[in-house]
T-cell receptor, first 112, second 109 residues
Framework: NAGVTQTPKFQVLKTGQSMTLQCAQD?????MSWYRQDPGMGLRLIHYSVGAGITDQGEVPNGYNVSRSTTEDFPLRLLSAAPSQTSVYFC???????????FGEGSRLTVL | GIQVEQSPPDLILQEGANSTLRCNFS?????LQWFHQNPWGQLINLFYIPSGTKQNGRLSATTVATERYSLLYISSSQTTDSGVYFC???????????FGAGTTVTVRA
C-alpha cells in the first residue's frame, strides 16, 4: 500500500533557487495538506486543499505556493528559497469519514 | 486557531513503566488525534479521539471534550515507544489541524 508518497526525501538548495516538493496519495482522499516541522515547534500548517481545484492558506503560507489539479496530487512550490525555509516538510491526506490523517515520510530541505 | 498545550515536554521512563501524557486545548474541537513520531521521523496516527476512550494494545486515550483535555496512556513501556508524541486538533468547519509542541518520550532498557 503506497498511502502518501513524497519526493524528494532530501534536497539542498541555494538561496533564491526554486523547487517543487511532490506529494501523491492513492486513497482517494479529498483533503490534503502540507506541514513544516521545525525543532521545538511541532508541525505548522502551510497550505491545505479540500478537493481538486480548491486550496487555502494555513498558518505559515508565505513563500510557498500550491495547486490541486487532481485528487491524487498536491505539489508544494518554493519560488525563491530562503534559509528560513530550511525544515522538514510533511504532506498529509485525511479520510473524510474517519477523520484520520495519514502522513508521508517527510522531505528534509536545506537552504544555504 | 485553537491553542494546544502538551505536557510534560520530556519524559524519561524505565522499560516496563506506565505513563500519562496530557493535551489541553483552548476551544471546542471537531477532531483530535494523537500521533507518534519515531526516531526515524515517521509520523504514525495512534488515535482519532474527539471524545470518549479508545484502546489499542498497550496504548489508550481518553478525551474529555467538555473540559478540553485529552490523555494518552502508555502501559508497560518498551524501548520502541520512544519518540515524540503529538496531539493535534481542529475546530468545527475548520480544516486547519493545529499541533502541540509534543512530548519527547525516552524509554530506557
Amino acid at each position: 500500500n503506497a498511502g502518501v508518497t513524497q519526493t524528494p526525501k532530501f534536497q539542498v538548495l541555494k538561496t533564491g533557487q526554486s523547487m517543487t516538493l511532490q506529494c501523491a496519495q492513492d486513497m482517494n482522499h479529498e483533503y490534503m495538506s502540507w506541514y513544516r516541522q521545525d525543532p521545538g515547534m511541532g508541525l505548522r500548517l502551510i497550505h491545505y486543499s479540500v478537493g481538486a481545484g480548491i486550496t487555502d492558506q494555513g498558518e505559515v503560507p508565505n513563500g510557498y505556493n500550491v495547486s490541486r489539479s487532481t485528487t491524487e496530487d498536491f505539489p508544494l512550490r518554493l519560488l525563491s528559497a530562503a534559509p528560513s525555509q530550511t525544515s522538514v516538510y510533511f504532506c498529509a491526506s485525511q479520510d473524510s469519514y474517519t477523520g484520520e490523517l495519514f502522513f508521508g515520510e517527510g522531505s528534509r530541505l536545506t537552504v544555504l | 486557531g485553537i491553542q494546544v498545550e502538551q505536557s510534560p515536554p520530556d519524559l524519561i521512563l524505565q522499560e516496563g513503566a506506565n505513563s500519562t501524557l496530557r493535551c489541553n486545548f483552548s476551544d471546542s474541537v471537531n477532531n483530535l488525534q494523537w500521533f507518534h513520531q519515531n526516531p526515524w521521523g515517521q509520523l504514525i496516527n495512534l488515535f482519532y479521539i474527539p471524545s470518549g476512550t479508545k484502546q489499542n494494545g498497550r496504548l489508550s486515550a481518553t478525551t474529555v471534550a467538555t473540559e478540553r483535555y485529552s490523555l494518552l496512556y502508555i502501559s508497560s513501556s518498551q524501548t520502541t515507544d520512544s519518540g515524540v508524541y503529538f496531539c493535534a486538533v481542529d475546530g468545527f468547519n475548520d480544516y486547519k489541524l493545529s499541533f502541540g509542541a509534543g512530548t519527547t518520550v525516552t524509554v530506557r532498557a
